[in-house]
T-cell receptor
Framework: IAGITQAPTSQILAAGRRMTLRCTQDMRHNAMYWYRQDLGLGLRLIHYSNTAGTTGKGEVPDGYSVSRANTDDFPLTLASAVPSQTSVYFC?????????????FGAGSRLTVL | AQKVTQAQTEISVVEKEDVTLDCVYETRDTTYYLFWYKQPPSGELVFLIRRNSFDEQNEISGRYSWNFQKSTSSFNFTITASQVVDSAVYFCALSEAPGNYGQNFVFGPGTRLSVLP
């Protein structure tokens, strides 16, 4: 089934540890995104990539980094996790970057930082 | 700056009641797109509808209908004869034409709908 695969589904992490959330899509979408979802705040954009080889910062990029070596993969790295990064993380993709594009989401990765 | 407001944090209704979820947006662009997404208890986000700023026709899809009014900057979502399976968090989102950063979605905080049997 075409779509977005995120891993891990859930993770508990000690503060200060490094963590990479994986995201792979098989739709050949050009653009990919990472959002975090927090109660009462909706979804907030962390980083995005309009096409392979390029990345950009979203609304809440601090403490996170991304890379886009190819079209399919868009990993999100927390270099040194802090408790405020406890959240549900969603990877998404869209075919293009016009305002009309629909975002397709992965199932999410629940991260708890202790 | 663009902004989406969903003033209703939580709504509870009894099955078969009609319910309207409110969405108010702010944008300076004349070209923009509005979306509704559903997040059921399983957690995934499911696309429901997209509407562009030049099309104010209301849309109906089964029990779902959407009312877009540019005059009040609103894009409200009505579920008719609600069912337990409609229980979910619903997000309204705004996307403007791409600028220097490409497509930028802004999501509202979401409305949690509980449909009781």
């Amino acid at each position: 089934i075409a779509g977005i695969t995120q891993a891990p589904t859930s993770q508990i992490l000690a503060a200060g540890r490094r963590m990479t959330l994986r995201c792979t899509q098989d739709m050949r979408h050009n653009a990919m995104y990472w959002y975090r979802q927090d109660l009462g705040l909706g979804l907030r954009l962390i980083h995005y990539s309009n096409t392979a080889g390029t990345t950009g910062k979203g609304e809440v990029p601090d403490g996170y980094s991304v890379s886009r070596a190819n079209t399919d993969d868009f990993p999100l790295t927390l270099a040194s996790a802090v408790p405020s990064q406890t959240s549900v993380y969603f990877c998404a993709s869209s075919e293009g970057t016009s305002g009309a594009n629909v975002l397709t989401f992965g199932a999410g990765s629940r991260l708890t930082v202790l | 700056a663009q902004k989406v407001t969903q003033a209703q944090t939580e709504i509870s209704v009894v099955e078969k009641e009609d319910v309207t979820l409110d969405c108010v947006y702010e944008t300076r662009d004349t070209t923009y797109y509005l979306f509704w997404y559903k997040q059921p208890p399983s957690g995934e986000l499911v696309f429901l509808i997209r509407r562009n700023s030049f099309d104010e026709q209301n849309e109906i899809s089964g029990r779902y209908s959407w009312n877009f009014q540019k005059s009040t900057s609103s894009f409200n979502f009505t579920i008719t004869a609600s069912q337990v399976v409609d229980s979910a968090v619903y997000f309204c989102a705004l996307s403007e034409a791409p600028g220097n950063y490409g497509q930028n979605f802004v999501f509202g905080p979401g409305t949690r709908l509980s449909v009781l049997p």
